[in-house]
């Protein structure tokens, strides 16, 4: 059977401007031998020697694999040749003339188009094959012409209404005569190149750096959605605010905050883990009113002042005072408590995002460093799924939170895959489809190191992806011994691996999946998971 591209119905052949090429396509269609393909209405551009750019449209293409290439102007209705102009000019059926171009020149300069683009392919020049190649006219609303044969015009390249009839036997005919009876073929492996360069789909995916790019910009018109909550808390002093991963509460956490801060009010920004709080410093360091810090650099920062102003260690005192328990979630508390009695200062306002982090123990000394215990706003971001530091957590505000339900940092799939974990009020997957999940799987951890270099390689250098998008977390167990695996592979330059530094300039961020908690890259590759259990391990 004859392959005829591209595939049309009947229905688009009606349609086709002109019927004659229908008409043409049909025969094609109907079976001109088995070794043989037909490519129909082939848009081309062609630059000549002098740099002049032209386009144009070759009606038929037929590539024989044992005779050649043969290119087919099809001109449809009566034409008229003005031997002393050289104007052509064509005749439709309901006897209106127009002035066309000369088929002859057309098919002709549509054969040295096409050779031009087969020779541009590496993998035709490779074949070191030259095909008969040649050109022909066929009038299918015609019957033979006498007076339209000329020296540029020979008879054995001029077709006919009757030849219709016999397409197979026509176009031998035509290709004999180019080939002076030595006909060469395109040759099976000449016919896979063409099926490829003109036969087949054609699927050119973006690179991920665009698509990134592209999703990000929806991410924020997104999370500008969530700002609504913002609005509705409106004049409230005090309030909570609750939602699953991939929601916004971070960025809805700084933006309030910084709200604040425009409004003149000394406010503080508080996080549990030091790289989210540089992070939320960079963000917020044109804000004048504004600070942001962990709660531990808040406690070190206002303890080791309050302790100078004393004379005396007020951790030490607070160790003293519960011997036995966490230096981080009492020692510290208890300290920054004492310090609110010794030192002066006090904040209008205090935002907490990734509140179910902190502990019992930390709400007393925040309360005393509001201005006002009645007038000063307090306002708390929490998921309750995500407590990776397992603690257990009493608010200092018992109004119910307002929720956000809608994920507007994720992809699709990456919602499908991290909500199978999720217990809570229904969160609405985002519209962002994004790229599926891979996974890559190596034996040994050294193995797994390879493969993970390899793929963020190919990240940066074929995807363009920017390295300061990428992000490797591993467990904190054993976290050195991962780092170490990665470390003394060289990135492309200037890359280089970024161990525990969040933002470096040309850096992959290696981290902790604890630390990295409350940030986000454009692509994150998660090391370890094997070694978690889905049960005692759900928040991770």
Known sequence: MTVVQPTLTDAQLRRLPSQAEARVYEACAAGIGDRRFVLFSLPW??????????????????????????????????????????????????????????????????????????????????????PTLGHAVLFPDLDACDNLRGPDRPSEIIGWRHDLTDLSSWLDSVLDYWSGGESIGVGAAGMAVVQRLFFSDIDVKPLLASVIEEEEAERIRLTEEQARVLRVLGGRRRAVVSGGAGTGKTLLAMQKAQDLANEGLQTLLLCYNRPLANHLARCCHDHPNLT?????????????????????????????????????????????????????????????????????????????????????????????NQALYSRVSTFPIVDDPFLLTRNCRNTRFIHDAAYRYYSGEETEPPPIEGEPLDCIVAPSRGSQARRLHSYISNLITADKVAPEGIAVLVPSRGHEDFYGLLENRPLPRPCKWAIEEYGRQHGVHVDTWQRFKGLEASIVLLWGVDELDPETDREV
């Open 292 to 384: 942001a810090m962990s709660f531990h650099q808040l406690c070190d920062k206002l303890v080791k002042r309050a302790s100078a102003d004393a004379g005396e260690d007020l951790l030490d005192d607070a160790a003293s005072a519960n011997p036995g328990l966490s230096r981080f979630d009492v020692h510290f508390p208890h300290a920054l408590a004492m310090a609110t009695e010794l030192i002066a200062d006090r904040f209008d306002a205090i935002v907490v995002d990734e509140a179910q982090d902190f502990g019992q123990e930390y709400w007393f000394p925040i309360e005393l460093l509001l201005r006002d215990s009645e007038t000063s706003t307090l306002f708390l971001f929490y998921d309750h």
């Open 45 to 130: 551009i062609r630059v000549s020697p002098h740099g002049t750019v032209r386009d144009g449209e070759t009606d038929f293409i037929v590539f024989d694999e044992d005779k050649g290439i043969l290119i087919v102007e099809v001109k449809g209705g009566g034409v008229h040749l003005d031997s002393t102009t050289g104007e052509w000019t064509s005749t439709d059926r309901h006897g209106n003339s127009h002035p066309v171009k000369n088929p002859f020149s057309q098919a002709k300069t549509e054969k040295y188009a096409l050779l031009d683009h087969l020779k541009s392919e590496a993998a035709w020049t490779r074949l070191k094959i030259r």
